[in-house]
């Protein structure tokens, strides 16, 4: 049996047809990052995507794909027909936070797995219903947190808590912001689509005091934050910080983000009892500094380089799990989806962040 008929093949189907899921769609299926993970024997077809307004609108955004390798899918102009279509296995869903619960659990009511990107859903109780649904009918759910599956995450991830290079970690301080200025049409800063920098922003620094520090400790911690909302938008955050307290870990995390400036060079800082790690960026990291506490001088750490611009990490998770017939990845539990909505539900209901009854309710 040859390499290509052992390898399991995942057939995607997308909804969302914006400028990132083009971008999510031209990593995930060129040929060299289809090639890069041989020993997974997995691959990827995309099958079809759909556009609910118009097909035009799906015609149009195959000029943004590059269908010499991803191919050319079917396309449809209603989520019903496309639900129904039998050779799609898994659906990517990249519209506007307020539409992924009820695209979500759509497509589990017909059979489909998902991926659904960041933030999952607007609330912990939609996220909760999600997986209540996938687990009867016995469907892979992910959250595309894609920082987590990332070789350099695993590589930083390895250092700090197996080969414990800097000591028992007692801080972390992990920043995402952008210099955004207000634009009206930004789905941002808009209340109706879920925008807001604790959804678009910190969802990938808080996955630092996640991965080093709430995934470790066994017990709750004390959460404190604070909010500055849009004096434009009512009750949209446009900075916001989460600080964790572990009690039994005897340590701190915080988690930042803003619309009213750039991160600075080395965005996130994990601290041990033996040194630190400075990492470039929370959402992609490229490069780490190790500053050893007996040491004067750093050391730069040689990090495994991304393939591609690096999404392609979580589909081949979504395909090898689906494969091996788990309902989520090893790398990141649906529990630790449900955490973390939880904590932000608590951070929006403390500093007045609100969204339309519309978009919060089951």
């Known amino acids: 049996m040859s390499d290509q008929q052992r390898r399991f093949v995942l057939r995607w189907g997308v909804v969302g047809l914006g400028a990132f899921s083009a971008k999510w769609i031209n990593d995930v299926f060129s040929n060299y990052q289809r090639d890069a993970i041989n020993g997974a024997a997995v691959t990827h077809e995309l099958k079809a995507i759909v556009s609910s307004t118009s097909l035009s609108k799906a015609k149009k955004f195959l000029d943004l794909i590059d269908t010499s390798i991803a191919g050319t899918p079917k396309l449809y102009d209603s989520y019903d027909e496309f639900l129904h279509d039998d050779e799609i296995d898994i659906v990517y869903i990249a519209a506007p936070n307020s539409f992924h619960y009820p695209l979500a659990q759509a497509a589990l009511q017909a059979g489909k797995h998902i991926l659904v990107e960041k933030t999952f859903t607007i609330n912990h109780e939609q996220a909760y219903e999600l997986q209540k649904l996938a687990a009867d ?180 998770a979504a395909a090898v799990s689906i494969r091996d017939k788990l309902l989520e990845p090893a790398e990141y539990s649906f529990a630790q989806t449900i955490r973390t909505l939880e904590i932000f539900d608590q951070v929006k209901t403390k500093n007045g962040i609100t969204y339309p009854t519309s978009i919060e309710r089951i």
């Open 137 to 316: 009918r016995q469907l892979f759910v992910l959250h595309g947190v894609w920082t987590r599956f990332l070789p350099t995450t695993k590589y930083i991830e390895k250092l700090v808590l197996e080969n414990g290079v800097i000591g028992q970690v007692t801080r972390v301080q992990a920043d995402l912001s952008h210099d955004c200025p207000f634009v009206a049409e930004n789905r941002l800063f808009n209340p109706e689509l879920g925008g807001g920098v604790l959804f678009d922003n910190i969802i990938y620094s808080f996955t630092w005091v996640d991965l080093l520090l709430l995934s470790q400790s066994k017990s709750a911690p004390r959460i404190n934050s604070w909010s500055i909302l849009s004096k434009i938008v009512p009750n949209i955050d446009i900075s916001s910080s989460i600080t964790l307290v572990f009690d039994d870990l005897e340590a701190t995390g915080t988690a930042t983000g803003s619309f009213l400036q750039e991160s600075p060079k080395y965005s996130v800082l994990i601290e041990g009892k033996r040194g630190s790690i400075s990492i470039d960026r929370a959402s992609r990291p490229t490069k780490a500094v190790i500053t050893r506490a007996d040491s004067s001088e750093d050391s730069i750490v040689e990090l495994p380089l991304i393939d591609g611009l690096g999404y392609y990490y979580e589909a081949n």
